[in-house]
């Protein structure tokens, strides 16, 4: 979930530089993102409800003993947003929504532990999927780590922007929605600064360490033009075409960025260049 771009739901709450001791606690609240994804992810199956899984994520949160970001969160009634197919964003859970085989979903998850927020999202195929839709998820995907890896102490905001725009367009002819955008979190879920998929390299906000970035690409097969629709969060593409959507949570350190909601930190796709998780590094 994240503020729609200059017209945003979350108030914003300035640039927030975080203490090492208090990325520590976004990590932890990461972690219980990362996980309670996972859990999502396993259950999606053809037949499930979108309201089951929202069910089985507010369980993990809770279990985790953190709080779902997204409950009430202006007034949105559930834990996590499922998007199926045409939906980009916000989709709103439901009984009513079962999942059949070959649809896709967006999982957008939200926790917060001891005031701290971690947010990520992926996008899942339900049963087989067609080879166009498996292409769709990986184009997203892989523009999301493009755009991580460029989350470094003193790059500038636009090298992550034009990163998964570049990586986007390298692609093929997808559609890249640009009325959405990443963000700033910390002690709040939506903070400044919009962090756009789109824009040009060595401009912006000169970035700097203790700063954390929710980026999130939405990528689309089709026109990247949108539609909210009367429930007043779901998102859907103006021309009906499916979109995927994936989001990472990344702290920038002195020595690179952390994926504070991937379970290893980033070194999977990040390698050398990712920030050293002490938790991960295994004792000599």
């Known amino acids: 979930m994240r503020p729609r771009q200059g017209k945003g739901r979350g108030r914003r709450s300035g640039i927030q530089i975080k203490t090492p001791e208090q990325f520590a606690i976004m ?7 990362a996980h309670t994804l996972e859990a999502v992810a396993a259950a999606v199956r053809p037949g499930i409800t979108t309201a089951e899984l ?3 994520a507010e369980r993990e949160i809770r279990a985790a003993g953190a709080t779902p970001s997204f ?18 964003v916000h989709g709103i859970p439901s009984p009513a929504r079962s999942l059949a085989e ?25 049963g087989a999927i067609s080879a166009e839709h498996a292409a769709l998820l990986r184009v997203c ?9 460029q989350a470094r102490d003193g790059a500038r905001l636009g090298d992550i922007s034009h990163a998964v725009q570049a990586s986007v ?24 600064p919009p962090v756009p998929n789109f824009g040009r390299p060595g401009r912006g906000l000169r970035l700097r360490a203790g700063l954390a970035l929710a980026v999130e690409p939405m ?12 429930d007043g969060w779901t998102v859907i ?12 949570t990344v702290a920038i350190t002195p020595d690179g960025p952390w994926v504070l909601t991937a379970e290893d930190g980033g070194q999977a796709r990040l390698g050398d260049t990712r920030h050293r998780d002490p938790a991960s590094v295994p004792p000599t």
């Open 219 to 230: 990528v689309t097969l089709g026109s990247p033009e949108t539609v909210l629709l009367d």
């Open 54 to 56: 929202d069910a089985l």
């Open 102 to 126: 070959g649809d896709i979903i967006s999982i957008d998850c939200g926790a917060i532990v001891r005031g701290w927020h971690g947010d990520a999202a992926l996008t899942v195929g339900v």
């Open 27 to 33: 990590r932890e609240a990461g972690l219980v993102v």
């Open 71 to 88: 409950l009430g969160y202006h007034g949105y009634p559930a834990t996590i947003c499922t998007s199926v197919n045409d939906q980009i």
């Open 141 to 149: 995907e892989d523009a999301l780590w493009q755009g991580l890896a």
């Open 237 to 248: 593409t103006a021309d009906g075409s499916w979109a995927a959507h994936f989001e990472h």
């Open 169 to 192: 367009a390298a692609a093929g002819p997808y559609g890249m929605v640009e009325e959405y955008t990443g963000h700033g979190i910390g002690t709040a879920m939506h903070m400044d």
